[in-house]
């Protein structure tokens, strides 16, 4: 039963952001509660002449609004999953994930007949993992660091920047970019980091808990918090982040989560992958951990995170 209480969205201004936070407040909005919508610019908005590899800290899109949640000046906070620590502080809890969109990349160019595959090019793209992969698919393209909101991008990309820059689906679907794509990246050979497609929501520590299950109801689908629970965990257990290239897609099927993940090389040199059927998300994504683990991921990690530092 819906209370005249206001219900304040905490979110990062970017446009895609925004997007994700009317989406959720359309879904409250919709049962009758008031929602207002409190955004900020943070230190990962801010800082974009660096990779988010170099920035190096976890949760550099997260940890402003993480204060807000705490000192009550917000109720929830909406994220990218993809954006977020596989660990979070305990006093501020995932309540709901929103139904997943096609998780998959996409290639973005202005020549529509451009592939990955054909001659080399210059391929924009900011994500280690990214860069990985289309070093081991297609190593005879040139990459460069492309940074920034995805409306930048798109300029960056439009100013010859780039022949072609790689996105997640999610995004270029929600900020209407889709005439601009030219590929569709398929999910078992360019998997798509942990989360990708779902916008979660954190709960304040003083959230009434009343209205935490009231909006849970309101937000949560079921399929895709059991995937994404499963994702998370692996990530956890790796003690990976956005910033590594770590991949990891967990589907529902009849008989169960299926969960395909891996670690790249930064140059896509070596490549570890695992996969595992189950129906505990939390089993599930630590038992695929596990067997990375046994092929040597903490190393892989280790060597990773030194390269990245340097
Ligand atoms: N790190 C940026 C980011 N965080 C979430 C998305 C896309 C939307 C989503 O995955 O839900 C993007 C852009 C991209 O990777 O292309």
């Known amino acids: 039963?819906?209370?005249?209480?206001?219900?304040?969205?905490?979110?990062?201004?970017?446009?895609?952001?925004?997007?994700?936070?009317?989406?959720?407040?359309?879904?409250?909005?919709?049962?009758?509660?008031?929602?207002?919508?409190?955004?900020?610019?943070?230190?990962?908005?801010?800082?974009?002449?660096?990779?988010?590899?170099?920035?190096?800290?976890?949760?550099?899109?997260?940890?402003?609004?993480?204060?807000?949640?705490?000192?009550?000046?917000?109720?929830?906070?909406?994220?990218?999953?993809?954006?977020?620590?596989?660990?979070?502080?305990?006093?501020?809890?995932l309540i709901a994930f929103t139904k997943r969109e096609a998780a998959h990349d996409v290639?973005?160019?202005?020549?529509?007949?451009?592939?990955?595959?054909?001659?080399?090019?210059?391929?924009?793209?900011?994500?280690?993992?990214?860069?990985?992969?289309?070093?081991?698919?297609?190593?005879?393209?040139?990459?460069?660091?492309?940074?920034?909101?995805?409306?930048?991008?798109?300029?960056?990309?439009?100013?010859?920047?780039?022949?072609?820059?790689?996105?997640?689906?999610?995004?270029?679907?929600?900020?209407?970019?889709?005439?601009?794509?030219?590929?569709?990246?398929p999910i078992d050979t360019f998997t798509p980091a942990v989360g990708q497609g779902s916008v979660a929501i954190q709960s304040s520590s003083q959230l009434d808990p009343a209205l935490a299950i009231a909006i849970r109801q309101l937000c949560n689908d079921e399929p895709t918090e059991a995937c994404l629970l499963a994702e998370r965990h692996l990530l956890a257990q790796l003690d990976g982040g956005c910033s590594v290239p770590v991949f990891g897609h967990a589907k529902q099927h009849a008989d169960g989560l299926h969960l395909q993940a891996g670690v790249l090389g930064l140059q896509g040199e070596v490549e570890l992958k695992a996969t595992g059927i189950g129906t505990d998300p939390e089993t599930l994504g630590k038992a695929v951990a596990q067997d990375l683990i046994a092929q040597g991921a903490q190393t892989l990690l280790q060597d990773i995170r030194k390269q990245l530092a340097s």
């Not at 610019?41 to 660096?50: E, H, N, Q, S």
């Not at 009550?72 to 006093?91: N, V, Y």
């Not at 290639?107 to 451009?114: I, K």
């Not at 900020?175 to 601009?180: K, L, N, R, V």
């Open 1 to 93: 039963m819906p209370t005249n209480k206001l219900i304040r969205i905490g979110t990062r201004n970017s446009a895609l952001a925004m997007w994700q936070a009317r989406h959720i407040a359309c879904l409250l909005e919709a049962a009758g509660y008031s929602v207002e919508i409190i955004d900020i610019v943070t230190i990962g908005d801010k800082i974009l002449d660096r990779s988010l590899s170099k920035i190096g800290a976890k949760g550099v899109f997260t940890e402003e609004l993480e204060t807000m949640l705490r000192n009550g000046e917000i109720d929830i906070a909406q994220h990218s999953a993809k954006d977020l620590p596989s660990t979070l502080a305990a006093d501020l809890p």
């Open 107 to 185: 290639v973005l160019s202005l020549n529509p007949d451009f592939r990955l595959a054909v001659a080399g090019a210059i391929v924009g793209t900011s994500s280690t993992r990214r860069r990985a992969m289309l070093a081991k698919e297609y190593s005879q393209h040139t990459l460069v660091e492309m940074r920034g909101n995805l409306q930048t991008r798109l300029e960056k990309l439009k100013s010859g920047a780039c022949d072609a820059m790689i996105l997640a689906y999610a995004g270029v679907h929600r900020m209407g970019m889709e005439s601009y794509i030219v590929e569709h990246l």
